[in-house]
């Protein structure tokens, strides 16, 4: 089992989770973040004072799938998300060694 972090622009959320849907993927989390890359934040201006925003605001998506779902995951995420500019943002795959649903007990990929 992968699980999937991938954080992208807060108005791609939609695309992404229906891309997702479109290839079977079933539950996700989302998580609101602030954070920064190689954007490094911009400068605005308020009441005529510049300041710096360092931390922009990003959506995380987590998503924990099937070995063979992954790759096919991780593309229409890409696909989705993808806008050609800066901060575009960032997809992270880690091993997953063990799932429960709760309510039920069942295991690993029958837990998802």
């Known amino acids: 089992m992968k699980k ?3 954080i992208i622009k807060p108005f791609k959320l939609d695309e992404v989770k229906e ?4 290839i079977g993927i079933q539950g996700l989390s989302v998580t609101e973040v602030k954070g920064f890359g190689r954007q490094k934040g911009h400068t605005e201006l308020y009441r005529g004072a510049e300041y ?4 922009l605001p990003k959506v995380k998506i987590e998503v924990v ?3 063979d779902q992954a ?3 991780i593309e229409a995420i890409i696909a989705a998300a993808k806008t050609d ?3 575009d943002g960032k997809i ?3 091993d997953i060694s063990r799932a ?3 309510r039920t007990g069942e295991t690993d990929e029958d837990a998802l």
């Open 92 to 94: 992270f795959v880690s």
């Open 100 to 102: 429960i649903r709760i």
């Open 85 to 87: 500019k800066i901060g």
């Open 52 to 55: 710096v925003v360092d931390f």
């Open 19 to 22: 891309a997702l849907q479109e």
């Open 4 to 6: 999937i972090e991938a």
């Open 65 to 67: 799938l099937a070995d």
């Open 71 to 73: 790759d096919a995951a």
